[in-house]
């Protein structure tokens, strides 16, 4: 064995080989994400430890919810979950807060349930763990179910990405989530709903990341709906790509296709439905194939006033305006008249106006056009510089980053007839916004 193999296995054996977790108890990572009817079901994920063994699983398996309103819980349900080992995360090189490197170790015990016959509109709390066992833990958490599809009901929602979380420089996670806060002061009081477009994990198979991130409180006050980005699919060393990264730390409704079940999904929020898309496996011909093919499937089946699909990959390199996924998508999305189109990636935010067959179109009730928009990045890091312009000045109508130091994310606010999207500043100024009409 040469000198420095050993070097490097004394070095891990030093580390500990060990992962560092998030301090908290025998229930972590824990979310709420949407059903495909959001409006009566909603979706909850967490983990316990595997080794913890089966009593111990077994206490974790349970949640307790009612209203909000409910404040002695004397409504509530306790029910037992399903519960599936996941070895998804186990034995990947990582980094620990203080950026030293090790080899993250863990074996899950996932729980998840969908919880059925829930109130439309209405702001639900949750409890974990069997009640009166160590696993009580009594964090008490929230989700807010959509309105009912029909009633034109208002609702809002936040749409945030690429803050890629890593626990070696928490500043990131920090930023993001008071832009969450700035959000909601903005909306008046809590979103409904957080919307993300990829790129919320630095490498999404670092399991560490993804627990300490879930510990922020914008993960327990309301539903979260994301895609799977291409940092969410990658591993420290890029040695196991895989949507399960994505898949497993959340519980997302089993309605995509084959390969992406529990990562491409749809659901109904109020008047939109949205179809959430993985680009990672749309790299080849086939690949893109099979996701328009379910895009059109899903459109021809679903009928809704606004239909937002999001991905993460940007429509446009915004630095120069030049093309990038609008060129795959825009004439199917043409065809299955997608109103508005979310990505992110770029860490530019550029909105175009109304396009229908490549031309800006005032939209109403019997015009489509589709409204391409992506956000910026979130971390106050990894963002992009602004270039000069050079490219499809006819359709972009604004872009807007902050160079290196980027950190913005927008807020929908959503009523019978109309999506207005407002882009604001770490400072909560409004920077750009449109509205969306049918
Ligand atoms: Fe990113």
Not at 306 to 325: I, L
Not at 341 to 368: D, W
Request: hydrophobic share 35%; net charge neutral; charged share 25%.
């Amino acid at each position: 064995m040469k000198i420095y193999r050993l070097f490097f296995l004394l070095l891990l054996a030093l580390c500990g080989w060990e992962m560092v977790m998030a301090d908290e108890g025998p229930i972590f990572t824990v979310v709420a994400n949407p059903a495909e009817k959001a409006a009566t079901a909603m979706r909850l994920n967490w983990h316990s430890l595997y080794e913890a063994g089966e009593e111990a699983r077994q206490e974790a398996n349970w949640v307790t919810y009612t209203v909000a309103t409910d404040s002695d819980w004397k409504r509530a349900r306790t029910l037992s979950v399903q519960m599936e080992r996941c070895a998804a995360f186990d034995s990947l090189r990582s980094k620990r807060p203080d950026s030293t490197d090790c080899v993250e170790r863990i074996i899950l015990c996932r729980h998840t349930i969908e919880l059925k016959g829930l109130k439309p509109n209405t702001r639900y709390m949750y409890r974990l763990g069997k009640p009166g066992t160590p696993s009580d833990e009594g964090t008490v958490r929230y989700f807010h179910t959509a309105p009912k599809p029909g009633r034109g009901e208002a609702w809002s929602a936040a749409i945030i990405s690429d803050f890629h979380a890593y626990t070696p420089i928490p500043h990131r996670v920090e930023v993001a989530m008071a832009m969450m806060d700035t959000l909601e002061s903005r909306n008046g009081g809590p979103v409904q709903l957080a919307l993300h477009v990829g790129d919320v994990c630095a490498w999404g198979g670092s399991y560490s990341f993804w627990r300490d991130l879930y510990t922020h409180a914008p993960y327990h006050r309301y539903a979260w709906a994301g895609v799977n980005g291409n940092h969410d699919n990658m591993d420290r060393k890029s040695t196991r790509l895989s949507n399960d990264y994505t898949r497993y730390t959340a519980n997302y409704p089993l309605n995509g296709y084959e390969g992406e079940m529990g990562v491409c999904y749809y659901f109904r929020y109020g008047e939109a439905l949205f179809i959430m898309l993985n680009n990672e496996s749309m790299r080849s011909d086939e690949g893109l194939a099979a996701a328009q093919q379910w895009v059109r499937r899903v459109t021809a089946k679903e009928k809704a006033r606004f239909v937002v699909v999001m991905e993460h990959y940007q429509w446009f390199f915004a630095n120069t305006g030049r093309v990038s996924q609008y060129e795959r998508w825009h004439e199917l999305f043409d065809a299955c008249g997608v109103d508005l189109a979310i990505a992110g990636n770029h860490h530019i935010y550029a909105r175009t106006a109304p396009l229908y067959q490549g031309r800006e179109v005032e939209k109403s009730a019997k015009q489509p056009g589709t409204v391409y928009l992506q956000t910026p990045s979130c971390d106050d890091e990894r963002g992009m510089v602004l270039k000069e312009w050079t490219e499809n000045r006819d359709i972009i109508k604004y872009r807007w980053s902050e160079g290196q130091r980027t950190v913005g994310a927008l807020l929908m606010k959503a009523e019978k007839n109309r999506l207005s999207i407002t882009l604001y500043n770490r400072m909560g100024e409004a920077m750009d916004s449109l509205v969306i009409e049918k």
